[in-house]
């Protein structure tokens, strides 16, 4: 019932037939029961996965994922929100196997084409005065730079964050991450002041006109046009934040503009603009955290920053940024990237040939292939289809999101709003698996499906993944029924 499209191209068919036969040998010296002792001999247990029987997957082609024994699956979740234009994408491919017979890594002590190439293509897509770029391998790593930066330039040093963000997990950025389960019981928020998240669905305040989405919350509000009481109301709570937990003068404050980690949060549409100001005002620079928003994903603006009408002094950018090639970015001022070249900084692997050649690829596929255009209609179109399930089923709380990145937070009922059981959440996920669709998990609770498949996935694709999430959702009410 659930086999979904499958439409290819010679090429490729005889590409997966090679990878078929390659998979018959891999499994004659490694079956599948002899990699999972293998993983947990070997591998560090911090490194979970998903499913119940893990997925062991031989190869990828643009929205799709295949697995050991040749099961097809739509990737609705990209690598987590990494696969930006599609798994081995032949544009991305071919420049990656191009420049690995031409010059793999030298120190960016030395010039190569490629770096000079690449920054004056990406900051041509920033606008001013975000000119100037620093080049990493991960977001974690660029967040972490943000940070050092913002506390260099301003020579203050506390930040402030949204409760519920996700910005890293190494021990710098852990004070920027505010998600119990990434927590360890080591000092780590040194600094690092959490604020109150403006959640309009699960926060204290919301109404039905709040988010930049096509899909409003199921709460109601009184606000006359152009108002937004949840908004000043948050707005508050960060004025109370200012003036309780900082001092008079901070280093700055870093945002998702959607969060991702936790469930596609949206906030009020004018929060981040009045947030802005408010710490300027204190001295403090405003980082924007483009590391799931960025590169067209939210399909109206290419950065998500622009959506909010504003624009930071800092920006980081990872995981679209190389369609899964290790690379990551920070974008500042002139004036702010002076500060840190007061003293040595290095970045060993930052600025390789090969990321930058890689990185140049994706931003051409993404232009060529009408990516951000393809984020805004085939989002949409999904979207409002996952919304009409929410009508549907009353386990369906809230159903959120901009472009490709869509979030759907399951509810006991849309009454109490308390998250659905993690057994119940993992049945409909298991179920959508087996059906032929990954999606990832988020939120606080881990009581929300992430749908942010590549930019490549067509409206046909949408359509399949509805109706297997229908299916899914069907099979929850049967068995709810049943006992």
Same mark, same amino acid.
């Given at each position: 019932?659930?086999?979904?499209?499958?439409?290819?191209?010679?090429m490729?068919?005889?590409?997966?037939?090679?990878?078929?036969?390659?998979?018959?040998?891999?499994?004659?010296?490694?079956?599948?029961?002899?990699?999972?002792k293998?993983?947990?001999?070997?591998?560090?247990?911090?490194?979970?996965?998903?499913?119940?029987?893990?997925?062991?997957?031989?190869?990828?082609?643009?929205?799709?994922?295949f697995?050991?024994?040749?099961?097809?699956?739509?990737?609705?979740?990209?690598?987590?929100?990494?696969?930006?234009?599609?798994?081995?994408?032949?544009?991305?491919?071919?420049?990656?196997?191009?420049?690995?017979?031409?010059?793999?890594?030298?120190?960016?002590?030395?010039?190569?084409?490629?770096?000079?190439?690449?920054?004056?293509?990406?900051a041509?897509?920033?606008?001013?005065?975000?000119?100037?770029?620093?080049?990493?391998?991960?977001?974690?790593?660029?967040?972490?730079?943000?940070?050092?930066?913002?506390?260099?330039?301003?020579?203050?040093?506390?930040?402030?964050?949204?409760? *519920?963000?996700?910005?890293?997990?190494?021990?710098?950025?852990?004070g920027?991450?505010?998600?119990?389960?990434?927590?360890? *019981?080591?000092? $780590?928020?040194?600094?690092?002041?959490?604020?109150?998240?403006?959640?309009?669905?699960?926060?204290?305040?919301?109404?039905s006109?709040?988010?930049?989405?096509?899909?409003?919350?199921?709460?109601?509000?009184?606000?006359?046009?152009?108002?937004?009481?949840?908004n000043?109301?948050?707005?508050?709570?960060?004025?109370?934040?200012?003036?309780?937990?900082?001092?008079?003068?901070?280093?700055?404050?870093?945002?998702?503009?959607?969060?991702?980690?936790?469930?596609?949060?949206?906030?009020?549409?004018?929060?981040?603009?009045?947030?802005?100001?408010?710490?300027?005002?204190?001295?403090?620079?405003?980082?924007?955290?483009?590391?799931?928003?960025?590169?067209?994903?939210?399909g109206?603006?290419?950065?998500?920053?622009?959506?909010?009408?504003?624009?930071?002094?800092?920006?980081?950018?990872?995981?679209?940024?190389g369609?899964?090639?290790?690379?990551?970015?920070? !974008?500042?001022t002139?004036?702010?990237a002076?500060?840190?070249?007061?003293?040595?900084?290095? $970045?060993?692997?930052?600025? $390789?040939?090969?990321?930058?050649?890689?990185?140049?690829?994706?931003?051409?596929?993404?232009?060529?292939?009408g990516?951000?255009?393809?984020?805004?209609?085939?989002?949409?179109?999904?979207?409002l289809?996952?919304?009409?399930?929410?009508?549907?089923?009353?386990?369906?709380?809230?159903?959120?999101?901009?472009?490709?990145?869509i979030?759907?937070?399951? !509810?006991?009922?849309?009454?109490?709003?308390?998250?659905?059981p993690?057994?119940e959440?993992?049945?409909?996920?298991?179920?959508?698996?087996?059906?032929?669709?990954?999606?990832?998990?988020?939120?606080?609770?881990?009581q929300?499906?992430? !749908?942010?498949?590549?930019?490549?996935?067509t409206?046909?694709?949408?359509?399949?993944?509805?109706?297997?999430?229908?299916?899914?959702?069907?099979?929850?009410?049967?068995?709810?029924?049943?006992?």
């Open positions: 019932m659930f086999p979904g499209p499958f439409i290819i191209s010679a490729w068919k005889e590409t997966y037939l090679m990878g078929a036969e390659m998979i018959s040998f891999l499994l004659q010296s490694y079956p599948y029961e002899r990699m999972l293998i993983r947990k001999r070997n591998l560090s247990p911090s490194l979970v996965t998903y499913y119940k029987k893990p997925l062991l997957l031989h190869q990828g082609h643009m929205q799709w994922l697995d050991y024994e040749g099961r097809r699956y739509l990737d609705l979740f990209a690598g987590v929100v990494t696969v930006s234009v599609g798994h081995c994408h032949p544009k991305v491919t071919a420049a990656a196997q191009k420049q690995l017979g031409r010059l793999w890594h030298t120190t960016n002590l030395y010039m190569h084409p490629s770096i000079q190439e690449y920054v004056e293509k990406l041509a897509l920033l606008p001013d005065p975000l000119k100037v770029v620093y080049l990493t391998n991960s977001g974690s790593e660029a967040n972490d730079l943000a940070m050092f930066m913002a506390r260099i330039y301003t020579r203050n040093f506390d930040l402030i964050c949204f409760r *519920g963000g996700y910005h890293g997990g190494s021990p710098y950025t852990l920027l991450t505010c998600i119990g389960s990434y927590k360890h *019981g080591v000092a $780590n928020a040194f600094g690092c002041q959490s604020t109150m998240l403006p959640d309009v669905f699960r926060g204290p305040w919301g109404g006109h709040c988010r930049d989405s096509l899909v409003q919350t199921i709460r109601k509000c009184s606000c006359s046009q152009g108002c937004c009481e949840a000043d109301q948050y707005i508050e709570q960060f004025k109370d934040t200012l003036s309780t937990c900082v001092p008079k003068a901070i280093a700055g404050f870093i945002a998702e503009p959607i969060q991702g980690v936790n469930g596609v949060i949206q906030y009020p549409k004018r929060f981040l603009k009045e947030a802005f100001q408010l710490v300027r005002e204190r001295g403090g620079v405003c980082i924007a955290d483009e590391v799931q928003t960025g590169f067209g994903r939210t109206s603006h290419f950065w998500g920053f622009q959506t909010h009408g504003v624009v930071p002094d800092i920006v980081t950018m990872a995981k679209g940024i369609n899964g090639f290790p690379m990551a970015a920070v !974008v500042t002139p004036e702010i002076n500060s840190l070249a007061q003293n040595l900084h290095f $970045n060993t692997f930052g600025g $390789n040939p090969m990321a930058c050649v890689v990185g140049s690829a994706v931003l051409d596929a993404i232009a060529e292939d990516l951000q255009k393809n984020s805004k209609e085939v989002g949409t179109y999904m979207l289809e996952f919304a009409k399930l929410r009508e549907k089923f009353e386990i369906i709380g809230d159903v959120r999101g901009k472009g490709l990145m979030g759907i937070e399951m !509810v006991k009922n849309k009454d109490s709003c308390e998250p659905l993690a057994e959440m993992s049945q409909i996920w298991e179920d959508c698996k087996d059906m032929g669709v990954l999606m990832g998990r988020g939120g606080i609770y881990n929300t499906f992430r !749908v942010k498949p590549p930019m490549c996935i409206k046909q694709d949408a359509a399949f993944a509805a109706e297997v999430f229908h299916a899914a959702l069907m099979r929850h009410l049967e068995r709810t029924v049943a006992s």
